[in-house]
């Protein structure tokens, strides 16, 4: 009887695994965007994280640092280049380090991203489906929010990240493609959103001091991980159409989401210690 007993348990344990496995999302390494090195997303998600300005990109990510800097021979053109240096920031300030990247099928991209200086969310957005350096417009659309509304949906952008696992990507005979609507160009994916997700893929990135965690949904989702992906969807939705009751009415999912999340860090794992936009604030810098 203990024998029958000690298997059911190890049963359970194992049903249990496995379904928490599936509510995480597939996981690359720190510094490649696609699991098997070959970044197929990755121009399309700096693209976003840079807003499609290709100075910006280099002059945030030290570009010119082996010539300017330190392929300077004195003192005085090594102070000329650090001064051009701080210009050209001040130019280029955008660097989005936290992105959720929304990707579908025959639908341009848009991006969740945020603003610590007065706690908006935001949506950048571009009418093209393929995205090019320099050309590409992308719009801006914000919504300010309370500040444990703005911590709590960052919080739970950084666990899908921390928790997610290496895994198979969605093989590419899954791809569900439909019949794009004609519709308003300038709006974003409907709201009512279709009940199988298979042609959707968020790109979760979460740049820190050692590079950027990088984490994609795939097909082999819980209903908890499918209930992230609308989560996210939603979210950008009512910022992008500037719907501050519409985010509220997702709390409650916003909270259920970050228990269930949280259940999936590893034990030595203290996303506490993290910094999110908030310990920024405490200290006073953006």
Known sequence: MKRIISMMVLALLAISATAQTTDRLSASSVLHYSPRGTESDKDMIEIF????????????????????????????????????????????????????????SDESPFALTYDVKDTSLVVLKSNEENLVWDKTKIKVAKTKVDVALYDSIQMLHMLANYTAVPMDQRPFDRLVHFVKPQK????????????????????????????????KTHNCESETAKILKRTFLRICWAVYNNR???????????????????????????????????????????
């Open 244 to 286: 501050p009751d519409l985010l509220e009415t997702l709390e409650d999912t916003i909270h259920l989401l970050l228990t269930q999340y949280r259940r999936l860090l590893l034990p030595d794992v203290n996303v506490d210690g993290i910094a999110l936009d908030k310990s920024r604030r405490q200290w006073g810098t953006n």
């Open 49 to 104: 994280r840079y807003e499609a300005q290709l100075e910006g990109k280099r002059w945030n990510t030290n570009y010119y640092d082996d010539k300017g800097y330190y392929g300077a021979k004195t003192t005085e053109e090594k102070e000329a280049y650090l001064k051009k240096e701080a210009e050209m920031l001040e130019k280029y300030p955008v660097d989005h380090e936290k992105l959720v990247v929304v990707q579908m």
């Open 184 to 215: 308003d160009p300038n709006a974003l994916h409907s709201g009512i959103f279709p009940d199988e997700y298979d042609f959707i893929y968020l790109h979760f990135v979460w740049g820190d001091p050692t590079g950027d965690k990088y984490a």
